[in-house]
């Protein structure tokens, strides 16, 4: 064996043992920690109920169902605002990054204000004003806000036309604004709106800025070379600019995509039932510290497993579109 | 004439857009304004706010409240304190970002400068009474944890890079691998809740740390998985015969690391590692999440407790904001100005 195979060798053993050393350790003071605290351990209290109630929930929920149960739609609660957020903010964030490039100064500068203000104040100071703005300057829901035929904003949230207790096929449940009220319909409560908008305008900004660079990352010549070739200039931005750009955009805009994901974490602090916020009840419920975040962690790196996979998917074809003639 | 022609009427929809804009602008600015000056209460009078009744801005909230919002918690006789710590600390920053100073000088500069943030702060030596961390607060407490985060992650993400480059110690590069990808795949939230509840059954009894501490470690731990993943993509650029010129030279690896490789690593990713800091800082406003009373959390603290005031967060947020907006506007503009300095082409 070479000199230098043999320090390499003895490098890691003395890592594998120094590692060894402090998972025992670790796990040897945390055990004589709990015994003398008293704390259990295990996943065991996933299957008892849960004991508290979820301020809302698409899926049928109470107290008395399993706490697994109760983490099951703090998930569901995470996409329901996670997907739609995704959604507006990336369609949000192409316009703005679109207007940056805009030759018109005004419409330039407006989105540049957009972005500069947004990307450097913090998502939990943004989220905090828009639930206060939402559950304090709003109108009671008495006097709620039409903003369209049946679709009402109050204190109390955005009431829009749902369907009926039938199901589809008993038409759609219109919210009435009377004298306590407004009534029928479905309701998105104040905490829903506040984190969906907040983290959708939050993330827009980042969104325009990874499009802008995008796009300026694919050189004149090319929409020089489109325009000489006699493609109109938005011709030459679909069939030339925009392929080129999208390899540069794709991933970042995933990674845009998944803090985003991670932010709704912060629904925490506005009272929202996400994942976190019901693992955190969950913990101080039953005081299983270690477990809770274990459950919040594998969660998530699970999402971002899927999402990477998702993205290799999307670049791969996007490649193929690139090359496509 | 020209300059307007060329730039918000060039052709039928750019002529289009500004006129929209414009309208946009005409319909909205006059009520804007009117709202945040014309009508605004400036007197920290509750009775007067209240009487406006929210046509305009109580700016009142903030001539009430500033001290509380800007220091929290610490006993308000002795507010001098952060003061001075905040202003020792932030002329540093800035010195340090304007080059003033030699490399020699700015670091005695930090080496003095950090100390004597903790003394004023905490105290215990005769004239200063002491104050428990607990009590720390508002502003302070937001630039030492966006502060000492940066400063203490970057070296820790330094040798994670490096430990990913190791092909020949597998065991190092996985292990540096998971840290990287297991921290960056979770939301902070979750890792300040590992430190505020986990730390204190992971540690051995009567080894208790503040929790102050504890929230700074995982902040750190958080901050240099990602730097770490930024200073590789800066290893990454620099030329393997950087590597091999260094080892012709007779140096070892960890001087040819310090004095070659590094070196470049950092410079090529100057820029990223500026859009970290700002968010480093954006990010020290979820510690209010376990508790510890920042910012963000202070305004909380100062607003919550107050019926008189508690229907005025609005402008309480906007002037936070106006605080975070200046802090990380700068950070990224000065981000900035280090790219065009570092420009391929402009350095000798």
């Not at chain 1, 493609?231 to 805009?253: D, M, N, T, W, Y």
């Not at chain 2, 001087?255 to 090529?268: D, E, G, H, K, T």
Request: proline share 5%; with cysteine; aromatic share 10%.
């Amino acid at each position: 064996m070479s000199g230098r195979r043999l320090r390499s060798f003895a490098l890691q053993g003395a890592v594998a043992v120094a590692l060894a050393l402090l998972l025992w350790l670790l796990f040897h003071i945390t055990a004589a920690n709990m015994r003398e605290r008293g704390i259990h351990s295990g996943f065991g209290f996933l299957l008892q109920p849960a004991g508290f109630a979820i301020g809302e929930s698409p899926l049928p929920f109470d107290s008395a169902d399993s706490a697994l149960w109760a983490l099951v739609v703090g998930l569901v609660n995470t996409l329901r605002v996670a997907l739609p957020a995704i959604v507006i903010s990336t369609v949000l964030g192409t316009a703005i990054g679109l207007g940056r490039l805009s030759p018109n100064l005004l419409l330039s500068g407006l989105c540049k204000a957009y972005v500069e203000t947004l990307r450097n104040v913090p998502l939990l100071l943004q989220l905090l004003a828009w639930y206060f703005v939402v559950t304090d300057l709003l109108p009671d829901s008495g006097a709620a806000l039409q903003i369209m035929p049946h679709v009402f904003l109050s204190k109390s949230g955005l009431a829009v036309p749902w369907f009926g207790d039938g199901g589809a096929f008993a038409g759609l449940d219109l919210p009435v604004r009377g004298r306590f009220g407004v009534t029928g319909g479905a309701a998105l409560t104040p905490e829903f709106l506040a984190l969906l908008g907040g983290l959708s305008l939050y993330t827009a900004a980042y969104v325009a800025e990874t499009v802008r660079a995008g796009i300026q990352s694919v050189p004149r010549g090319q929409s020089e070379a489109a325009l000489a070739l006699g493609l109109s200039r938005l011709q030459g931005f679909r069939l030339v600019v925009l392929p080129q750009a999208l390899r540069s955009i794709i991933p970042p805009l995933t990674n845009e995509h998944l803090s985003l994901s991670k932010n709704v974490s912060l629904a925490v602090a506005i009272g929202y039932p996400d994942l976190v916020s019901v693992a955190d009840t969950t913990l101080n419920q039953t005081g299983r510290a270690a477990e809770c975040i274990a459950v919040i962690m594998a969660v998530y790196l699970l999402l971002s497993l899927l999402t990477a996979w998702a993205s290799a998917w999307l670049e791969r074809r996007t490649g193929r579109w690139a090359q496509r003639p | 004439m020209r300059w307007l022609r060329r730039n918000l009427f060039s052709d039928v929809w750019s002529s289009l857009t500004t006129l929209a804009i414009a309208a946009g602008l005409v319909h909205w600015l006059p009520g804007l304004i009117e709202w945040l000056v014309l009508k605004a209460t400036f007197r920290p009078d509750a009775a007067a706010c209240a009487a406006a009744a929210h046509a305009g801005a109580c700016w009142g909230v903030v001539a009430a409240k500033y001290r509380f919002i800007l220091f929290g918690r610490y006993p308000y006789a002795e507010q001098w304190r952060p003061l001075a710590a905040t202003v020792l600390l932030l002329a540093v920053i800035g010195v340090s970002g304007l080059r003033l100073m030699r490399p020699g000088a700015l670091f005695a500069a930090w080496a003095l400068a950090l100390p004597a943030f903790f003394l004023l702060m905490a105290g215990g030596v005769p004239g200063l009474s002491p104050v428990a961390s607990d009590r720390w607060g508002g502003f302070p407490l937001t630039l030492l944890l966006a502060t000492l985060g940066m400063l203490l992650a970057l070296p820790l993400a330094v040798l994670v890079a490096l430990g990913r480059q190791q092909s020949g110690l597998p065991l190092v590069r996985g292990l540096c691998q998971v840290y990287v990808e297991a921290v960056r795949g979770v939301p902070l939230i979750s890792v300040l809740f590992l430190a505020s509840f986990l730390f204190p059954i992971i540690l051995p009894q009567g080894f208790s740390i503040d929790v102050l501490v504890r929230v700074q470690a995982g902040i750190v731990l958080f901050a240099a998985a990602y730097l770490s993943e930024t200073l590789r993509g800066g290893l990454q650029a620099v030329a393997a015969g950087q590597h091999d010129a260094a080892a012709a030279l007779g140096l070892g690896y960890w001087a040819s690391m310090r004095w070659i490789v590094l070196p470049q690593a950092i410079r090529a990713v100057i820029p990223s590692l500026m859009n970290s800091a700002v968010s480093i800082f954006k990010d020290t406003s979820l510690v209010t999440v376990v508790s510890l009373y920042e910012l963000t959390g202070s305004l909380t603290l100062a607003l919550s407790g107050d019926a008189q005031w508690r229907s005025f967060y609005l402008e309480g947020y906007l002037f936070i904001g106006l605080i975070y907006w200046l802090c990380c506007y700068s950070l990224s503009r000065f981000g900035g100005a280090l790219e065009r300095r570092l420009a391929p082409g402009s350095l000798p």
